[in-house]
């Protein structure tokens, strides 16, 4: 109780101060002029966009062109000008990316593949894992942090396990956060305060950040975020699932919100002292859940997510030949879902965590080299569940110990200025999920013909072990479920890409192409569904391999200081490449009984082609106006359980707008305004576990930030 209140209290205090910041007479700092405004162009330049250095495909900094990776990047200025507030809206606007409505939060496809809870994904935060070895992905983290912290945010387009390990299946998401020396958004180095408001309607989501940063000088620097955010949802009715509800019958808006999220805060802390770095982040996310759960929604019913991390990091560069980077880090996570008036469940997740890796990179004429080891240790006590209060086991798992160790390397060697090699191995080890090691190797060809032309192939691998949730721990659960037993999945998934990528850069002009091919094999996904003979059932199942192919095209074009137009355009085919569906007895379920699986064999609820436009118009040296149109279409759904049916939605076309003015009235103050769905299109869209929802409708909203 008195927690709450405090947090309470401190929110009130942060919408104060924010307020009236924003409001109050400018002291101090000189005005910027409209000459310094132009000098710093807020629409970054084609050369800029070409020059783009990247951390995550090679942990160290490497361009865009050269990265052995399909990655996309989204510049803290680029995320301001276009009115994304959360990760969610984010992700949305990557090439191959889609978002679907689950409760309480979103399901993320890539490349027609989609995954329950988000697993095949790796989620960093300044190279930080934030993924939990115990239930779901980043499932509860798509919503938040917010973004006012965020320096820059990069997508990996593919597996990347070789380097980061387990979870990077599909994608890798790393969200790097504002350092304090970095003074390229205008600032004058030295201590500065940020106050932020954001608030939209009709899910009322009220959001305040306060960012304290302050460079000393001499490698030693000091950041601080703190933010606070509360949202009343809003309500996403469904026109028919396939749990055999009746079909074209909507449910009542009343009773299926949506993004609820009461009180729930982010603080983080940032410092470097010469060598030595510390990286510690709390977080608490309180939402309630509605969706898919047609009751009336309850203040008891919600999904508390709680993390807390801390890393301590030392660089030290002793030659070429040595640069070392080590670290040690702490993590405990903590998932509670109470729905006792649902008379559904109560879940606990207690996770604790620490580790060690470290890295060294040496440089010998045309060669660099990366090579690393890695030690995470995690324990956790018996998961739990309660059903009329009885146990029940959907949710449960047992205790234990779970012990990674892995060593990798990475090679890239400069064969002429025209042809850059590359390749890396890692050998993964794990003592509780998958006893079986996994080598996960790489490797690239990097080709520049002239200053203007690039091409690549890239093969990466991925792999995402079963979370205990997932896999049961191959035991029989605390209380038989009908009688019988509850399996899950038992074996990791394998995921493989080749990637062939050509690209042009120029004065007015980028453009990539890019060809895929992927296969993920042991596909887990969720099926509750009983076994030939019973009277056993499964959970979570490991499938046959699925394949996806496709093409991804991505765009921008220039043509004055004054107008950006920019695009991506992907198209995938994700598909079975078998009808069995395997558990872990080793029996077989048919595509019918799959609840993800099309009798086509192609994944349920995914666009084929999925499409984004927009243009950037610079009206002032600080006032600028972007205009966003977002599509997809061929996106087919199973319309009843049981049944082969199925059901034929979009295609669709939503349309964004935000006015965005950086610096004005009188310097210091950072204002937009935004609207999405502008266009207010309501129709069927596909949702998690084969529910379609009606999109809900305009959104507008207003952010502020005061630069002190």
Not at 245 to 274: C, M, N
Not at 449 to 470: A, C, D, H, L, Q
Not at 605 to 619: D, T
Request: some cysteine.
């Amino acid at each position: 109780m008195l927690k709450t209140m405090l947090i309470a209290t401190g929110q009130r205090i942060l919408w104060l101060t924010a307020i009236s910041t924003l409001l109050a007479p400018i002291k101090g700092q000189a005005q910027e002029s409209t000459a310094a405004l132009e000098s710093k162009n807020i629409d970054m330049s084609i050369e800029q966009l070409t020059q783009l250095k990247v951390f995550s495909a090679s942990r160290e900094s490497t361009s865009l062109s050269e990265a052995p990776s399909v990655v996309t990047v989204f510049t803290a200025e680029q995320i301001k000008q276009q009115g994304l507030i959360t990760l969610n809206e984010v992700l949305k606007r990557t090439p191959g990316f889609y978002t679907l409505p689950n409760a309480p939060s979103y399901l993320v496809a890539n490349r027609g593949i989609l995954q329950d809870q988000n697993v095949n994904y790796l989620l960093l935060i300044d190279g930080h894992i934030q993924n939990n070895i115990t239930a779901y992905g980043f499932f509860n983290q798509i919503m938040y942090p917010f973004l006012s912290n965020v320096e820059r945010i990069e997508i990996i387009r593919g597996p990347g396990s070789t380097l980061w390990g387990s979870d990077a299946l599909s994608g890798i998401i790393h969200i790097i956060t504002k350092d304090a020396a970095d003074t390229t958004d205008g600032s004058v180095a030295g201590a500065r305060l940020i106050s932020s408001v954001d608030f939209d309607l009709p899910e009322r989501r009220r959001m305040v950040n306060l960012q304290y940063l302050n460079d000393f000088g001499a490698d030693r620097d000091l950041s601080f975020s703190y933010t606070a955010s509360d949202s009343n949802g809003v309500a996403h009715p469904i026109t028919g699932v396939a749990n055999n509800h009746v079909p074209e019958q909507p449910v009542p808006l009343t009773l299926d919100p949506f993004h609820i999220y009461p009180l729930s805060y982010d603080a983080q802390l940032k410092a470097r002292w010469g060598d030595v770095s510390l990286l510690a982040r709390v977080t608490a996310q309180d939402a309630y859940r509605g969706g898919i759960v047609l009751l009336p929604l309850q203040a008891n019913n919600h999904r508390m997510y709680k993390q807390r991390s801390l890393e301590v990091a030392y660089k030290k560069n002793i030659s070429s030949l040595i640069n070392l980077e080590s670290r040690i880090f702490y993590d405990s996570i903590n998932l509670i879902d109470d729905q006792k008036s649902y008379d559904y469940m109560d879940e606990l997740i207690h996770e604790r965590g620490f580790g060690a890796e470290v890295l060294n990179r040496s440089e010998m004429q045309d060669i660099k080299l990366l090579s690393g080891v890695r030690y995470v240790k995690r324990t956790m006590p018996a998961g739990w569940g309660a059903y009329n209060g009885q146990p029940r086991e959907a949710y449960a798992h047992a205790a234990g110990t779970d012990v990674t160790t892995a060593i990798f390397f990475d090679a890239s060697y400069l064969y002429s200025n025209a042809l850059k090699l590359d390749a890396g191995v890692r050998y993964d080890k794990n003592s509780l999920r998958d006893l079986q090691a996994a080598v996960l190797p790489r490797m690239a060809a990097l080709y520049h013909p002239s200053e203007s032309w690039f091409f690549k192939y890239m093969y990466n691998t991925g792999i995402m072990r079963p979370t205990m949730v997932y896999g049961f721990n191959e035991q029989a659960n605390f209380a038989p479920f009908n009688g019988g037993i509850l399996y899950g999945a038992n074996v990791s998934q394998r995921s493989r890409t080749h990637d062939l990528q050509w690209g042009l850069t120029g004065d007015v002009l980028t453009l990539t192409a890019t060809l895929y091919l992927m296969r993920i094999d042991n596909f887990i996904t969720f099926s509750l569904n009983p076994l030939p003979g019973g009277p056993d059932y499964t959970r979570y199942v490991n499938m046959a391999p699925i394949h996806s192919r496709g093409v991804e095209f991505d765009v921008t074009y220039k043509p004055s200081q004054l107008l950006n137009f920019y695009g991506n355009l992907s198209t995938s085919a994700a598909r079975f490449s078998s009808g069995e569906v395997h558990s872990r007895n080793g029996q077989f379920l048919t595509n019918d009984q799959a609840d993800v699986m099309l009798s086509d064999g192609r994944l349920a609820g995914v666009p084929q082609i999925i499409a984004n436009a927009g243009v950037n118009l610079q009206m002032t040296p600080a006032l600028s106006l972007n205009l966003h149109i977002s599509g997809w279409a061929d996106a087919k759904v199973r319309w009843n359980a049981g049944s082969s049916a199925t059901r034929d939605l979009g295609p669709q076309v939503f349309a964004d707008a935000n006015l965005y003015c950086r610096r004005c009235w009188p310097g210091k103050i950072d204002l937009a305004a935004y609207v999405k769905n502008l266009n207010n299109n309501m129709a069927p869209s596909p949702g998690a576990q084969n529910n379609v929802f009606l999109n809900y409708g305009r959104v507008f909203g207003v952010s502020a930030s005061y630069h002190f």
